[in-house]
T-cell receptor, first 115, second 111 residues
């Protein structure tokens, strides 16, 4: 069974450009999460989808970030325009169940470097 | 709000040495506690977990005990191997909230 896959693995862009990260969750997992690790600091929650609906987007830093999950399958996270402080590793995770009983399965992460 | 503080790295040990990575937390309510590991080139993987006070999580020779009185969940292994080299993250989760992670500890085990 395929795990959570993320694309691209590494993206280097200039400040002001746009980048779109993609996440394919494990098949059948309704819950999809985005997290971010900036500059070797803690991994921080960005948002949570249940199917195609945003359940919790309290961690989204500002309106330059747009997450979508059309059809409740894969998700994209767009950063437009990118700023230097957006550099970091963006992790996607999926789970079958919501709440503390639902183990999260993480992807390898997409490393974003903004120059 | 919820927070996790873990031992800063990097940590470098010789093979077969004893490992401790400290983790303390602050949480509203009664969290479940986790250790995640990221091996080079791989995603985050759940290493072990504990859901209530005095529970001990264990996996692959690693152990951590949920200590409510000291709000701690220290990770230990009696004899590390080169293959244990990775970044280790302590995390907590309370009902209806998302995972809260610590800053990660890079472990390097030398042969």
């Amino acid at each position: 069974e395929a795990g959570v896959t993320q694309f691209p693995s590494h993206s280097v862009i200039e400040k002001g450009q746009t980048v779109t990260l993609r996440c394919d969750p494990i098949s059948g997992h309704d819950n999809l999460y985005w997290y971010r690790r900036v500059m070797g600091k803690e991994i921080k929650f960005l948002l949570h989808f249940v199917k195609e609906s945003k359940q919790d987007e309290s961690g989204m830093p500002n309106n330059r970030f747009l997450a979508e999950r059309t059809g409740g399958t894969y998700s994209t996270l767009k950063v437009q325009p990118a700023e230097l402080e957006d550099s970091g590793v963006y992790f996607c995770a999926s789970s079958q169940y919501t709440g503390t009983a639902g183990e999260l399965f993480f992807g390898e992460g997409s490393r974003l470097t903004v120059l | 709000g919820d927070s996790v503080t873990q031992m800063e790295g990097p940590v470098t040990l010789s093979e077969e040495a004893f490992l401790t990575i400290n983790c303390t937390y602050t949480a509203t309510g009664y969290p479940s506690l986790f250790w995640y590991v990221q091996y080079p080139g791989e995603g985050l993987q759940l290493l072990l977990k504990a859901t209530k006070a005095d529970d001990k999580g264990s996996n692959k020779g690693f152990e951590a005990t949920y200590r409510k009185e000291t709000t701690s969940f220290h990770l230990e292994k009696g004899s590390v191997q080169v293959s244990d080299s990775a970044v280790y993250f302590c995390a907590l989760r309370t009902a209806a909230r998302q995972l809260t992670f610590g800053s990660g500890t890079q472990l390097t085990v030398l042969p």
